[in-house]
């Protein structure tokens, strides 16, 4: 949102020192607002430090900040301008910030914002693979895959936001000797009544109880081995139970997430690529990378130098490993989509596992190899139900949402909705988000249904409350036209520090696609949220003069659009009343 006055102190400095704007552009940015701010200042700050070799690196920096400033000259946008540590201050003119930045957001909350900063210019735009959630079918879907599902929904928002082409897929655990157990175990433990009834809680249950089984008794560890080895083999009986096991998997799956508010374009699977396996070892022979190990084993030895670093990838038997079909299903994907980077996101634990595959495909020879990256994060714990563990991830949301309704029903400020199990389904799944998203991706954090379920402080359930409240004052306004305004109107203190604080949008959406995490824009959410309910205090809209009432009213309106637009990027569902 800073763009247009970027540009022109770009240009500025552009001139004084006969350089190229684009120089400039990374260096600038929107001065944070600050507690206890005594001046209703809208400013934009450039780094000196930041400015890519458009001044000498040697020499006192503060002395050649200083003499800059003294060269440059105030104008109609550019009313005061004062150094501080390597960086200059630029205070602008109010009523035209104001303008340029409430201008493009309309005056609804729908939520959707055009992007123009030049900042967003050095981003890579092109095909974007996304692979996140990947439960694996029959097992438990743990609070790992619930991770896994929000960030990279957040990802692949992101990245669609930025004017990137999006391919979110599922890669499910579809494959292996887990499908040899359950294959096995079916015949024994399975019901085909209970199958319709409750699929992936019998099926889980099927799986406990071949694995007990098969720790003790030797045959049926062999009978899972079998149909594991006929199902690689492609025998028709073996590959019809496991396609119905699938199908009903992905059709209960596809419930949960439509819940959650996520969807994805393709539903793949580790058993899309048995083929191309074979292939794959073929190629790892012919380059002589392939060795087998006195025990059978096929691996490729990645060791360099002393550090020894060894990656298994055939059993004795010749069936394939994880690692195997990931290598089949990268290679798959690059020839199907020809994407321009392939985001893999999955817990911390995986991350040795991703750099092995992906300095297999380079020695492979695959040079796109390093348009593939992983983005890994830390564990969850203590989430559990009042029953007791987490099995599935409805289990989840299910809680969340009785715990929201409850707490609803308890809040004397409760609004009556058309349906409220809806409004606290959507905003138990904000709290949830926002729980997680609050510090790095990368580390662990202790869930707590009580702090994350409070109306007050940094929780999802402010945020969805601070979006529905906007809705409301514009209902409440409705015959209130701000479609004009007069900008010069929005000079009081509390106005003034939501414009300062709008103005900093996009540089949080760029930092964020510079290293994935959420929680930039989440806390940049947050303090908007607080801001505005400064203003919302300072600031009535009706019963103030006419034109008083329209500024107000489309600054608030901005604001819900902002507020809205960085929700559905976290992949918060915005709710109009609570």
């Known amino acids: 949102m800073a763009s247009f006055f970027g540009r022109a102190i770009a240009a500025k ?44 690196a040697s020499g006192d920096i503060q002395m050649q900040t200083e003499h800059l400033a003294n060269q440059l000259k105030r104008d109609s946008l550019v009313q005061d301008i004062a150094t501080g540590s390597a960086v200059i201050n630029f205070t602008i003119n109010r009523k035209l910030l104001a303008q340029k930045i409430l201008e493009p957001l309309g005056t609804g909350h729908h939520g959707k914002i055009e992007l123009h900063n ?46 990137n082409k999006v391919i979110r897929m599922n890669y499910l655990g579809d494959w292996g000797m887990q499908f040899g157990l359950l294959g096995a175990g079916f015949s024994q433990f399975g019901s085909k009544e209970q199958l319709k009834e409750n699929p992936l809680q019998h099926l889980f249950e099927v799986y406990v109880k071949v694995n007990k089984e098969a720790e003790h008794n030797e045959e049926t560890m062999l009978a899972a081995r079998d149909f594991y080895r006929q199902l690689e083999q492609n025998e028709s009986r073996a590959v019809s139970l496991w396609q119905q096991f699938r199908d009903i998997t992905v059709s209960e799956y596809q419930h949960v997430y439509k819940r959650l508010g996520v969807h994805f374009d393709v539903y793949s699977g580790e058993s899309f690529h048995q083929e191309r396996v074979q292939e794959v070892v073929r190629q790892l022979q012919n380059r002589g990378l392939l060795k087998t190990t006195e025990k059978g084993t096929g691996i490729v030895d990645l060791s360099v130098g002393d ?11 010749g069936t394939s490993l994880y690692i195997t079909r990931d290598i089949a299903a990268a290679i798959d994907r690059e020839e199907k989509y020809h994407f321009d980077e392939m985001i893999y996101v999955t817990d911390k634990s995986q991350t040795h596992h991703f750099q ?56 004397k400020m409760t609004k009556e909705m058309d349906d409220p199990e809806d409004t606290a389904q959507k905003v138990g799944i904000s709290a949830l988000i926002v729980q997680d998203f609050k510090g790095p991706l990368q580390g662990d954090y202790k869930f707590d249904w009580d702090k994350m379920l409070q109306a007050q402080g940094d929780t999802g359930v402010f945020l969805q409350y601070t979006h529905a409240r906007l809705c409301s004052l514009i209902r409440m306004n409705d015959d209130i036209d701000a479609a004009t305004f007069d900008a010069s109107l929005l000079s009081e203190q509390s106005g003034v520090s939501v414009l300062q604080h709008l103005l900093r949008y996009d540089e949080v959406l760029y930092q964020s696609a510079q290293d994935l995490q959420p929680k930039h824009l989440l806390n940049f ?51 109009d009343k609570m």
Not at 24 to 45: E, G, H, N, Y
Not at 127 to 146: C, M, Q
Not at 307 to 317: E, G, P, Y
Not at 374 to 389: A, I, Q, S, W, Y
């Open 13 to 56: 400095l552009a001139r004084t020192l006969h350089q190229s704007e684009d120089l400039f552009i990374p260096a600038l940015s929107a001065v944070p607002v600050f507690k206890k701010q005594q001046t209703a200042d809208l400013r934009l700050s450039i780094s000196i430090l930041r400015t890519n070799g458009a001044l000498p």
């Open 356 to 411: 092995q595959l992906f300095q297999i495909l380079q020695v492979m020879g695959h040079s796109w190899a390093d348009r593939c990256h992983h983005v890994p994060f830390g564990l969850v714990k203590g989430m559990k139900t009042r029953t007791g563990e987490v099995v599935f991830l409805e289990d989840i949301l299910d809680e969340a949402r009785a715990r929201m309704l409850t707490n609803m029903s308890h809040s």
């Open 525 to 575: 959410l947050l303090k908007l949220c607080h801001l505005t309910a400064s203003a919302h205090r300072d600031l009535p809209v009706k019963g103030s003069p006419q034109q008083i009432a329209q500024a107000r009213k489309r600054l608030f309106s901005g604001t819900c659009s902002v507020l809205a637009n960085g929700m559905r990027i976290l992949g918060i569902i915005p709710v």
């Open 307 to 317: 550090r020894s670093n060894v990656c298994t990838v055939l059993r004795s038997d």
């Open 118 to 163: 030049e900042l967003f210019n050095s981003l890579k735009k092109g095909t974007t693979l996304v692979e996140y959630s990947s439960p694996n079918i029959a097992k438990k879907f743990h609070a790992g895959h619930l991770r896994s599902t929000i960030i990279g929904n957040f990802i692949a928002n992101l990245k669609e936001s930025l004017g």
